[in-house]
């Protein structure tokens, strides 16, 4: 049985806890605001990438000018998988589910007798798959110092990813990342980038859809600049994806936190009471019975 | 007093136009243009230059883009720009910074073609630095 003085030292420390999971909750809501704010802000780009693209694919009609970016190098022998995590970790499951998608992804692949290569972003993600596939690791991008996430930053990764494509050290690649669906809820999604699997996007979604395009200069051309582009804009929305993933768990696991950390100080001030009074009731059975003996 | 279009200069960051316009003056890879409403439908991409923005409301606005590609359809008009800033936002450092990270692209280029391509990207800096620095 623990001494009234130990208990209370318990209370205070558990209070101690709670009050910093409390401020780790407020400041997470506030970054989360910011992140979403940043996610909504990128989409007009992507949209508008997205539209641009279907409709010179469809101007090209799978010609063989085709990039190889886009057509890819017709294997499928070396993966290359990009798997992006947050920095931090106390934000609950979000970064092990990633690294779970990327783990059974890369067993898959290995049981397939593929080659698999792996470029981590953010630490947690390569802490975690250290650990089993430290000989698969090509390199890791570190985004710690990095405050307000930029293009700069998505597009020196997606440079990294198509100089090893160029240099053929890969078939076909995937980014990992977390889709923010809402705060409470963030899904591991894995995307295939290149070859990049152009949706073949209805038409009628772009204004003007159908007119006649003039090109300048030619579409082929402009797609082969277009296309690395486009690269650089999906890792950039998965950056951001997980960023604002990232602050939500972060948010409902601290507020969980705090939660317990409330429950565990009413378990235990009842504890302590309890032990208060016994010892007070204690005390004054001994001073009746000795009064008693007189 | 001509037609108004829509038009929208979209960086990855953020929307930063989206109005109603008179003309606009985009830096074209293929030479400069100007768009006015009922343009006929066309896609370019863009060199480092300075797109002009004439307002509906006949006020004349500036940014610097930094690449990117031209969407023109007859209703409107999307730049897509890799990087873009308002002329008087614009930081001396960072262009002159790229403008070094060009110099070194095309020092250290290995083919003719690679070459070649970095220093037009390096001229149309350069270009671009002279045409903004006295305003």
Same mark, same amino acid.
């Not at chain 1, 993966?79 to 779970?100: D, K, P, Y």
């Not at chain 2, 985009?26 to 300075?50: C, D, L, R």
């Not at chain 2, 006949?58 to 969407?71: K, L, M, N, Q, T």
């Not at chain 2, 614009?90 to 070459?115: F, H, P, S, Y």
């Given at each position: 049985?623990?001494?009234?003085?130990?208990?209370?030292?318990?209370?205070?420390?558990?209070?101690?806890?709670?009050?910093?999971?409390?401020?780790?909750?407020?400041?997470?809501?506030?970054?989360?605001?910011?992140?979403?704010?940043?996610?909504?802000?990128?989409?007009?780009?992507?949209?508008?990438?997205?539209?641009?693209?279907?409709?010179?694919?469809?101007?090209?009609?799978?010609?063989?000018?085709?990039?190889?970016?886009?057509?890819?190098?017709?294997?499928?022998?070396?993966?290359?998988?990009? =798997?992006? #995590? *947050?920095?931090?970790?106390?934000?609950? /499951?979000?970064? $092990?589910?990633? !690294?779970?998608?990327?783990?059974?992804?890369?067993?898959?692949?290995?049981?397939?007798?593929?080659?698999?290569?792996?470029?981590?972003?953010?630490?947690?993600?390569?802490?975690?798959?250290?650990?089993?596939?430290?000989?698969?690791?090509?390199?890791?991008?570190?985004?710690?110092?990095?405050?307000?996430?930029?293009?700069?930053?998505?597009?020196?990764?997606?440079?990294?990813?198509?100089?090893?494509?160029?240099?053929?050290?890969?078939?076909?690649?995937?980014?990992?990342?977390?889709?923010?669906?809402?705060?409470?809820?963030? =899904?591991? #999604? *894995?995307?295939?980038?290149?070859?990049? /699997?152009?949706? $073949?996007?209805? !038409?009628?979604?772009?204004?003007?859809?159908?007119?006649?395009?003039?090109?300048?200069?030619?579409?082929?051309?402009?797609?082969?600049?277009?296309?690395?582009?486009?690269?650089?804009?999906?890792?950039?929305?998965?950056?951001?994806?997980?960023?604002?993933?990232?602050?939500?768990?972060?948010?409902?696991?601290?507020?969980?936190?705090?939660?317990?950390?409330?429950?565990?100080?009413?378990?235990?001030?009842?504890?302590?009471?309890?032990?208060?009074?016994?010892?007070?009731?204690?005390?004054?059975?001994?001073?009746?019975?000795?009064?008693?003996?007189? | 007093?001509?037609?108004?279009?829509?038009?929208?200069?979209?960086?990855?960051?953020?929307?930063?136009?989206?109005?109603?316009?008179?003309?606009?003056?985009?830096?074209?890879?293929?030479?400069?243009?100007?768009?006015?409403?009922?343009?006929?439908?066309?896609?370019?991409?863009?060199?480092?230059?300075?797109?002009?923005?004439?307002?509906?409301?006949?006020?004349?606005?500036?940014?610097?883009?930094?690449?990117?590609?031209?969407?023109?359809?007859?209703?409107?008009?999307?730049?897509?720009?890799?990087?873009?800033?308002?002329?008087?936002?614009?930081?001396?450092?960072?262009?002159?910074?790229?403008?070094?990270?060009?110099?070194?692209?095309?020092?250290?280029?290995?083919?003719?073609?690679?070459?070649?391509?970095?220093?037009?990207?390096?001229?149309?800096?350069?270009?671009?630095?002279?045409?903004?620095?006295?305003?």
């Amino acid at each position: 049985m623990p001494s009234l003085k130990d208990l209370r030292n318990r209370i205070a420390s558990v209070k101690a806890t709670q009050k910093i999971t409390k401020a780790m909750q407020m400041v997470a809501a506030a970054k989360l605001r910011r992140a979403q704010e940043a996610a909504e802000a990128a989409r007009p780009y992507s949209e508008r990438m997205g539209s641009v693209l279907a409709n010179i694919t469809q101007a090209i009609g799978g010609g063989g000018d085709a990039p190889a970016l886009m057509t890819g190098t017709g294997k499928d022998n070396v993966h290359l998988l990009v =798997v992006c #995590t *947050a920095e931090r970790g106390l934000c609950g /499951g979000f970064n $092990s589910q990633i !690294a779970r998608l990327a783990r059974d992804h890369i067993r898959r692949l290995l049981a397939d007798g593929k080659q698999v290569k792996i470029i981590c972003v953010g630490k947690k993600g390569f802490d975690i798959l250290r650990r089993d596939y430290a000989s698969l690791i090509l390199d890791r991008v570190d985004l710690r110092e990095v405050k307000t996430l930029g293009f700069v930053n998505a597009d020196a990764i997606a440079k990294k990813v198509i100089h090893l494509f160029n240099e053929g050290a890969f078939d076909i690649c995937t980014l990992f990342y977390s889709q923010f669906k809402s705060v409470i809820s963030q =899904v591991p #999604t *894995a995307q295939q980038i290149i070859p990049a /699997g152009v949706a $073949s996007a209805p !038409a009628e979604a772009v204004d003007g859809g159908n007119a006649v395009y003039e090109y300048e200069p030619e579409p082929g051309e402009i797609l082969s600049d277009l296309i690395p582009r486009n690269i650089s804009v999906q890792v950039f929305r998965a950056l951001l994806e997980n960023a604002a993933g990232e602050m939500g768990a972060k948010m409902s696991a601290m507020d969980n936190a705090t939660r317990n950390a409330g429950e565990m100080i009413n378990k235990l001030s009842i504890t302590y009471n309890r032990q208060r009074q016994a010892q007070i009731t204690k005390e004054l059975i001994e001073i009746i019975s000795g009064a008693e003996a007189l | 007093m001509a037609e108004a279009f829509k038009f929208e200069l979209v960086s990855p960051e953020r929307l930063l136009v989206s109005a109603e316009v008179e003309s606009v003056v985009i830096p074209g890879a293929e030479g400069e243009m100007t768009v006015m409403a009922h343009h006929a439908p066309v896609m370019t991409t863009i060199k480092p230059g300075v797109v002009t923005v004439k307002a509906a409301s006949g006020s004349e606005e500036r940014y610097v883009v930094f690449g990117g590609f031209a969407d023109i359809v007859p209703a409107g008009c999307t730049l897509l720009a890799e990087s873009a800033v308002a002329v008087k936002d614009v930081d001396r450092a960072d262009l002159a910074r790229r403008i070094q990270e060009a110099k070194e692209d095309a020092a250290d280029a290995k083919d003719d073609q690679a070459r070649s391509k970095a220093e037009q990207f390096l001229s149309q800096l350069t270009t671009l630095e002279g045409a903004i620095l006295p305003a």
